[in-house]
């Protein structure tokens, strides 16, 4: 089975910290990305990556930035986090050329 | 990517079928349907996908109209373990990126 990980279940951080969400695939998967999701508005895509150190804009990036390093590692960052950050976060990944995507279970973080 | 619309929100009996309907009237002929469903405080987990034949898995059906413009996700026997949010989402599956955009999708609760 496919697994994605990620690094915290739950995360309390302050305003103005800079904050790392590590996801982790197992499964030696091309594409990666990070989502946010917030009641009544649904998952919107953040970054994605379709290889090492290459990165592209979702549809809501700012105030984040991603890094990608190796194939089965990508992390999102929070330069200096805001309250409006508050959210559940997903990663996904998933095989070039194939639209089913494997999700982790999500980071829920509060920024007070 | 054509845009999706479910109903907010459905009952089902448990051991009955649970038929989940989407419209995606702007769908265009490169374009596929996918169907993911979200169990409380876990991330999504890939159900389906189609592009214009019916399609059927462990786990659903698809059935989609043969202009394309609806479908139906269908849950054979539905148990408790199938209350969740469904997603249904349009989309093409490029070389790179393999975006979906996720919506409301439809809040299913199946009550013994």
């Known amino acids: 089975d496919v697994k994605v990980t990620q690094s915290s279940r739950y995360l309390v951080k302050r305003t103005g910290e800079k904050v790392f969400l590590e996801c982790v695939q197992d499964?030696?998967?091309?594409?990666m990305f990070w989502y946010r999701q917030d009641p009544g508005l649904g998952l919107r895509l953040i970054y994605f990556s379709y290889d090492v150190k290459m990165k592209e804009k979702g549809d809501i990036p700012e105030g984040y930035s991603v890094s990608r390093e190796k194939k089965e590692r990508f992390s999102l960052i929070l330069e200096s986090a805001s309250t409006n950050q508050t959210s559940m976060y997903l990663c996904?990944?998933?095989?070039?050329?194939?639209?089913?995507?494997?999700f982790g279970p999500g980071t829920r973080l509060t920024v007070t | 990517d054509a845009k999706t619309t479910q109903p907010p929100s459905m009952d089902c009996a448990e051991g009955r079928a649970a038929n989940l309907p989407c419209n995606h009237s702007t769908i265009s002929g490169n374009e596929y349907v996918y169907w993911y469903r979200q169990i409380h405080s876990q991330g999504p987990q890939y159900i389906i996908h189609g592009l214009k034949n019916n399609e059927t898995n462990e786990m659903a059906s698809l059935i989609i109209t043969e202009d394309r413009k609806s479908s139906t996700l269908i849950l054979p026997h539905a148990t408790l373990r199938d209350t969740a949010v469904y997603y249904c989402?349009?989309?093409?599956?490029?070389?790179?990126?393999?975006?979906?955009?996720f919506g409301g999708g439809t809040r299913l609760m199946v009550k013994p």
């Open positions: 989402i349009v989309g093409i599956v490029p070389n790179a990126g393999n975006m979906l955009t």
């Open positions: 996904a990944s998933n095989i070039g050329g194939n639209g089913e995507q494997y």
């Open positions: 499964m030696d998967h091309e594409n």
